[in-house]
């Protein structure tokens, strides 16, 4: 899958990923990478705004980690004129190749969250702007699965395929796109079900609370 189309207005570019791309014939197999990403996210986002509400805030510190990330992955963009940087998926060996793709779908998520509470008049030109960056988050949220899918561990896959179908949910949703909408929140939940069947206690209250984070949509969306 192709990168998003733009950089972010805030400056930030985004990393380019190439999640099709063949291992090398010379390169022995790889180990599964393991994220757990829906801890991430959540200890991220309360720890940096959303505990209040405070999107930009948190849109802040998404591209804040993204830089950090970058740099310590050797995936800058260079100084002065744009130079791609693009994330194959031969080179996803850490947790943190995984997090580029992630953190680039929670910053334009939250850029859309900030748009939506800002624009208490649904004028058309922000309203437009929200679905753009929700279109972005979902694509995001697609690249973050298919690499999970080929590099991460089981839980690691199920975990990004769960967070890619909510993001595909509520983009539909908000575009009034109630059956693919529904089917997406609908799977996001029983995968979430699922996972709180098989997992540890320490896990479980994390898919507990997104079962119960997708019910509200899921019943927008069915009515």
């Known amino acids: 899958m192709s990168t998003a189309d733009a950089e972010m207005p805030d400056g930030d570019a985004d990393p380019e990923v190439e999640p099709d791309a063949e291992p090398e014939e010379d390169e022995g197999p790889l180990e599964d990478v393991s994220l757990d990403l829906f801890d991430l996210v959540r200890s991220s986002r309360n720890a940096h705004g959303l505990r209040h509400g405070d999107y930009l805030r948190y849109r802040q510190y998404c591209s804040r980690r993204l830089l950090r990330l970058r740099r310590s992955l050797k995936l800058t963009h260079g100084k002065g004129r744009y130079k791609p940087q693009p994330l194959e998926l031969r080179m996803v060996r850490d947790p943190k190749h995984l997090m580029l793709p992630l953190f680039c779908c929670e910053r334009a998520w939250a850029y859309a969250m900030q748009v939506k509470r800002e624009n208490t008049a649904q004028e058309p030109r922000p309203r437009f702007h929200l679905l753009q960056r929700l279109n972005k988050a979902a694509k995001w949220s697609v690249v973050l699965s298919k690499l999970c899918a080929e590099r991460g561990d089981k839980r690691t896959a199920l975990e990004a395929e769960a967070y890619s179908a909510f993001m595909r949910g509520n983009m539909h949703l908000e575009r009034e796109q109630w059956k693919p909408a ?15 069947r098989v997992s540890v206690a320490e896990q479980v209250h994390l898919y507990s609370q997104m079962v119960e984070e997708v019910e509200p949509p899921i019943r927008g969306a069915a009515t």
């Open 182 to 196: 529904l089917d997406q929140l609908k799977r996001s939940r029983t995968i979430c079900t699922e996972l709180s």
